[in-house]
Nanobody, 122 residues
């Protein structure tokens, strides 16, 4: 079983920065690929960033490329550093994990945190 707990959300002005954390636990969690997704009000959940466990290869949605950075430490915590935030980044951000998938999509992930709210004011 995999447990994921997010933290670090909050209110920030446009142009500001936030760092989200996801503490992961589970017997084989170090072999799971992990990602961040977000869901804005009235919209579907979308992929934001992901990191593969094997070589720490990273992936980003076009909308956040160059502004957000995903990383993980040896204690199985995954971070999402968000810079140059925009009002359209406002959403609930979810940490997710799974193995043996090809495409970073909500349907591919079986383990989810409860989410943390990020609000970017203009």
């Amino acid at each position: 079983q995999v447990q994921l707990v997010e933290s670090g959300g909050g209110l920030v002005q446009a142009g500001g920065s936030l760092r989200l954390s996801c503490a992961a636990s589970g017997r084989t969690i170090s072999t799971y690929d992990m990602g961040w997704f977000r869901q804005a009000p009235g919209k579907e959940r979308e992929f934001v960033a992901g990191i593969r466990w094997s070589r720490d290869t990273t992936y980003y949605a076009d909308s956040v490329q160059g502004r957000f950075t995903i990383s993980r430490n040896t204690q199985n915590t995954v971070y999402l550093q968000m810079n140059s935030l925009k009002p359209e980044d406002t959403a609930v951000y979810y940490c997710a994990a799974d193995r043996y998938f090809t495409t970073w999509s909500s349907s591919a992930m079986n383990y989810w945190g409860k989410g943390t709210l990020v609000t970017v004011s203009s």
